[in-house]
């Protein structure tokens, strides 16, 4: 057997960093096809193994995730956005921050919530009228930052603060869409885009203080993930940067992934309209108010999601650097290994999914879902570092299209292709418009 892992040549210095710029998607799923469970390949000046086999998927995130960190990309951006939050943080600071955490993600909670976010998702829908057309993706955005910061911050923000934070995320977005160019040119380098995109952390950073300043007039009491940080800075456990990395972390990687679930699940509704049928039935005799135990038993909508979640995962890929010499799929791997674990590529294959391109929420009934692998299916990751918020993110999800679905169906008013743009989640490059019809 060779000793390096078969992939696409790449040219000097870049690698394959051009092809995976111009098209992410069209990269990995050519790569996938060619080259099976492993190909190795140069991604911005660093040896890359992707791996999409689930047994070594599996063992990257779960039983050998002690000898995988995550990784460090060289580029400041990423640190100067999310900082020593828990998606970048690692070792013993991870483990304490994820520990801190978990109390705000506490499932008990969540009956708590269900009615607060019932009642957002109800206002966006009070606010919408028949044969309007919206962009059902901002109207997610809008509506899942609203949530998040009730939910883990104790805060309520008006319109006007949401639409500051959905226009600095745009600027955040462009920053990290794939591009060989910026791979050339030093992080420092006073361009137009580094500036928007240091202006727009200013902006979300004077909301999160003006955030913590209220808090704290208010008190630390609370289940809330800001009341927990601010006890743990009493107890001496937490600096000021520390808190601004969790706040930043939560309010973009809390909201955007729900946005995005739920407007690639209205596309595919209106793509499918005896999908939506069953789905409206099944939310129907849920009743007007779903209760936390009403949307545990809503059976068709988890199946529902999760193959939106398959065809459109918003996280496309994962990437985990090993700390130690590893063998995956027949293979020797240095330490220091960049293993990318494409969500994109093992939703799609055909390997695992019968006529993969299609949108059938009943290939997640139980008797077809056993007969999968379980890492052919990790839009949340897995192991240790699985999404914290995973549980939150459902549920919100099924009260959303609940309070959607007592009113209207959503139709789209565009005939061309949905384009997708990469950047750190996935996102439609166009505006998703879509027409209000009572029902």
Known sequence: MDDQPPGPNGVPLLGSTHRYARDPFVFMDAVGRAYGD????E???QPTYMLTGPDSIERVLVSEAESFRKP????DAVEELLGNGLLLSD??????QRNLATEAFDPGRFEDLTSMMTDHARTLVEGWSAGDVVDIREEMAELTVKIIAEAMFDATLDDETTATIQAALEPLGARFEPDARRFLLPNWLPTAENRDFHDAIGTLEDILDDIVAERRAMGTDGEDLLGVLLRAQERGEQTDRQ???ELVTMLLAGHDTTALTLTYTFFLLDRNPEVRRKLYAELDDAGDDPTFADVRNLEYTDRVLNE???LYPPVYTLFRESTEPVRLAGYDLPEGALCMLPQWVVHRSPRYYDDPETFDPD?????????RPRFAFFPFGGGPRICIGKQFSLLESKLILAAVASEFELERVDDEPLELRPSLTMHPRNPVRMRLTPR
């Open 308 to 310: 939106a979640m398959r």
């Open 72 to 75: 460090a990309f060289g580029d």
């Open 38 to 41: 492993i190909a190795a390949f």
């Open 91 to 96: 070792g013993e600071a991870w483990r304490h």
């Open 243 to 245: 808190l601004r990395d």
């Open 363 to 371: 290939r997640w009934l139980p008797e077809r879902a056993r007969e």
């Open 43 to 45: 991604l911005a000046g």
